[in-house]
């Protein structure tokens, strides 16, 4: 008895996942609803896209930094190889000065001061050209995923003009295949739509309006034409009366009868 409990539950419940399923299928291929799941496919793809058009404008900002510190450390290059091209020129002036006594020359305190000062501006000459070198490989590989990037999203915003292009194409394609498939339905007899029905009950209705009028302009016409026959009988049969009348002299003894109640009606004399 369980087991067919559970056969008849698990039949309805399958049963029940089939209409819905059925029923979503059908909710789904309505235009209304094709048209609206196309705008918010759209308004989806239409932020994705934004959210990566920031980011884009945000590796371009970190690409113009990039290029602002990379022409900042190379005029501090510039600068430290300027230096120390004058303190190696401050030192060649005291050898000039001590006539090539090295001694002497390594014993001046300005020597040292140029000595120490080169060897700083070497250094520090050295770090910022690594540093350089470094800013200047990030940048190239900036640039090239910028422009990348750039053609992702111009390829994304056709891609975009397409499926709206294609969600009007959509709907007229489903709208025109609905009414083919009604009108074969209707056809083989098959169709289930009230439309048809519709369109034939209101057509019948039509037609029963136009002969109900057509009947009455009839009926009134008939009306019309059988008074005017009993009125031109009645004529025709009064003046035959007459003509018989007067042939059989009724028409004058009426007369005669007429004439003596019209004296009785004179006032006598006094």
């Not at 090539?100 to 070497?122: H, M």
């Not at 200047?136 to 422009?147: M, S, T």
């Not at 915003?157 to 709206?164: A, G, N, S, V, Y």
């Not at 009064?238 to 004296?263: C, H, R, V, W, Y």
């Amino acid at each position: 008895m369980f087991k067919a409990v559970g056969k008849y539950f698990r039949a309805v419940w399958y049963l029940v996942t089939f209409r819905v399923t059925k029923a979503g299928d059908t909710l789904r291929s309505n235009p209304g609803v094709i048209s609206a799941n196309y705008d918010r496919v759209i308004e989806e793809k239409r932020s994705r896209l934004n959210q990566y058009k920031d980011a884009v404008s945000a590796m371009i900002a970190q690409e113009e930094s990039k290029k602002e510190k990379l022409r900042q450390i190379t005029s501090e290059i510039e600068k430290l190889e300027k230096l120390r091209s004058g303190a190696a020129a401050k030192a060649k002036q005291l050898v000039e000065r001590y006539n090539g006594d090295i001694n002497a020359v390594r014993n001046d305190p300005e020597y040292l001061k140029c000595q120490s000062a080169y060897k700083d501006f070497t250094s520090t000459l050295a770090e910022k050209q690594e540093r350089a070198q470094e800013i200047d490989e990030d940048l190239k590989q900036l640039v090239a995923n910028v422009g990348g990037h750039k053609t992702q999203i111009q390829a994304l915003m056709r891609e975009l003009e397409k499926i709206k292009e294609e969600k009007h194409d959509a709907v007229a394609d489903v709208l025109s295949a609905t009414e083919e498939q009604q009108i074969s339905d209707m056809m083989t007899g098959l169709s289930n739509d009230r439309t048809s029905e519709e369109l034939r009950e209101l057509r019948e209705l039509r037609n029963r309006a136009n002969a109900g009028a057509r009947v009455s302009r009839e009926l009134a016409g008939m009306d019309t034409k059988r008074a005017e026959a009993e009125f031109l009988e009645y004529a025709q049969s009064s003046e035959a009366d007459d003509e018989f009348d007067a042939l059989i002299g009724l028409t004058q003894k009426e007369d005669k009868q007429s004439a003596p109640q019209q004296q009785d009606t004179r006032i006598p004399e006094a």
